[in-house]
């Protein structure tokens, strides 16, 4: 009669059981590292958000967390590095443009490095490689000082962001600011990420560094030092201020980015293998796992 009972219950669990699953997902890449020396600011890390359907249970999808691009006292930023979830790559946000440098490309792009000759130096573009819909925005444009080559020198664009562009640098001692993040209630509770750095003030170092944009991005360097990337947001990292590369002109990293994961409570998440960072916390019918580090498999049972 056990048995019998035992079969009965388990046809009853195959029964109700889910095939395959949909889960919700925000992945959000490294941010870039700014540029040094009137460099432009650090672009975010791309943004990506929406409903991957038809997963299977008891069955391996890749999740990895970008780390920030690091910030440099003589060269342009490092970009950030690109997070995934199963088949949802997010880019990392590319890095600002040191002394009369473009930006570079990425998830979203630099900003262009200020300086001297002529033309002035671009951020770099976003949305790279394009993905729909876009993960990201262009770097801004450098302010540039004609008087000659080594001569004062303008300020950094502001790096690119996941909800706009950066800002353009205005003139020689204001640079761009970074442009503003986007907004996500996956947790429960509206947060900003992939707000772009802002570029560094022109030569000599007393001039106004970009803000950062909302969503992390740092400020750039001028009377106040250049700010990081705040961690796991994808943030851009501050461009330095202008003078010698190996002082005033240093520039700061990109904050790290984060995958977040929502699905039924009824199941539970495991990382096979291990190598990720995560907590889960439960939200009404809901489980959300914040991945904060590290790159692994995880399955559902």
Known sequence: MAGALSATIAAAYAVSAPSSIDVEYLVVAG???????RGGGGGAGGFRTGTSTGLSLATNYTVTVGGGGAGSPSASGSSGSNSVFSTITSNGGGGGGKWSTVGVAGGSGGGGGGGSPSPAKTGGAGDTPSVSPSQGNAGGTAYIDTISWGGAGGGGGGGGAAGAVGSN??????????????ASSITGTSVTYAGGGGGGAGYPASGTGGAGGTGGGGRGGGTLTPEAGTTNTGGGGGGGAGGHPSTSGTSSAGGSGVVILKYPSTLTISNPGGGLTYTTSTSGSYKITT????TGNVSWA
């Open 31 to 37: 941010g870039a590292g700014g540029g040094a020396d």
């Open 169 to 182: 640098a205005s003139a020689t001692q204001i640079a761009g600011a970074g442009g503003n993040g986007t």
């Open 291 to 294: 991945f904060t580090a590290g």
